[in-house]
């Protein structure tokens, strides 16, 4: 059975959220089963945000992830926060643009991605959330590239084609990235 | 019709504009204010109302006047909204007036918290306003029943003249999952003619009222209303039994924690020399399932049971009045918002096998 189990935690504002629908609605578009539980509370504005995305093979029980297989952190405090979450051998993605710190442990994959300087690169910091997403395809294929590609284009396209061309670039610039700095 | 994703809250919401809500009258509250702002969207496009009250108070009110005419009516709120809400739930029961009432459950007692919760079971099951009344309560665990028991609980009030409320948590209100709108075939329309729509004195007065000072005529009023609650307690009984076939213990739990329950069951599943562990899952809470209960606890392979809730031990009452001392009935609970984890629960079925005692 695959079950992907992803922790995704940043800022207010980095497209947490938006990026935790996006992989539930490439798991919904590969007919697997998924689940998205955000954090909710005072601490939405300015603040934390974080979410919790399951997209597996089998209906989902807990919404709440156990043994993350992938950890997505934006910024400092989560890292230190959910670094502790991942199971052996799961994917931490690190954005350095904000993160000066190193992962603690060796018994997980980390990825130290540059997503702020390689969003602008694509085109606009507002896509270091799919840059942090093509870092994580490349490190852990959890669902397919061309689902995920369609996925985008029906969410940005809708919007302007100039913008799903800068998403699509930050997934490309994040692949590349993971893949030669793994 | 395709799945939509959409949060739990959000799915309430659709449900009850399919099933032919006409009014929502409600008063913000977190962790349930996606169930007003779904209707302050969509209910002016289709020509029905979406009021904000002053008050959860006016709310409810609000909902005993628009139910009293036989309009399909929802109020939403959170434990300490609910709790205001108490006196008109208790009118609207004691006028046998139908109505769907949502309470997405928060740590309480006091204004509490915002994070889940399930410490308002006995407030749900147990009365919660004041008289002789029940509320039918039904308890989803996914959105899919967020929304199929929304328009059941619609259907489930008016065919018996009761209000019905849904009882979830934070959880489920807040989560996203994808939701299929087509799976729920609606009842045949209840008989409405008691419905105050107005009269040309061609038909006798309808009176909708629960002041009753002849103490002979409330009794037989009240009377009347336990009958109907006997026979709801027979039709529309709901539970799920999952993996209880050769259990040695049986887990209680309903909503959320229910699903974690199941992750330990699938984990314990592929242990070896695991206990062998099922869920009695109640989906409504009233009437409650005790027959389920009973007829697990007679079966020779069940040790004892574990009741496990978002709260400091209430539906633990129910289970072991179901199951009336046949075996021991033990409790884990987590509360003010903290939900039980998946190794908690594990680790107390672990603990009971060994002999632990509590």
Redesign the interface.
Known sequence: MREERIILAGFGGQGVLSLG?IL??AG?AENR??????S???EMRGGTANCQVIISD?P?????V?QATAVLAFNEPSLVKFEAEAMEGAAILVNTSLISRKVSRSDVRAYYVPAGELAQEAGSIKATNIVMLGAYMAASNPVDRDIMLGVMKDMFASKSAKLFEVNKKALELGEQFARENA | MA?I?MKGNEAIAEAAIQAGCQAFFGYPI??QNEIPAYFAKKMPKIGRTFLQAESEVAAINMIYGAAATGTRVMTSSSSPGVSLKQEGISYIAGSRLPCVIVNIMRGGPGLGG??PSQSDYFQATKGGGHGDYHLVVFAPATLQEMADLTKLAFDVAEEYRVPAMILGD??LG?????VEFSDYTPRPKADMSWAATGNDGSKPRSVINSLYMEPSELESMTRDLFATYGIIAERETLVEEYHCEGAEIIVAAYG?VA??V??VI?QLDKEEGAPKVGLIRPITLWPFPAETFAKAAAQDSVQSFLTVEMSMGQMVEDVQLAVNGAKPVRFFGRTGGM?P???EIKDEILSICKGGAR
């Open positions: 629908k539930c609605f919904m089963n998924v689940s998205w539980l955000p909710y509370g005072p089998e989902v029980a807990a919404p709440l156990s | 799945k994703l977190t962790p915002i994070q934070g959880i807040q989560m996203m999952e994808p959320t699903r974690v199941k992750s699938a939900v984890t998946a190794k």
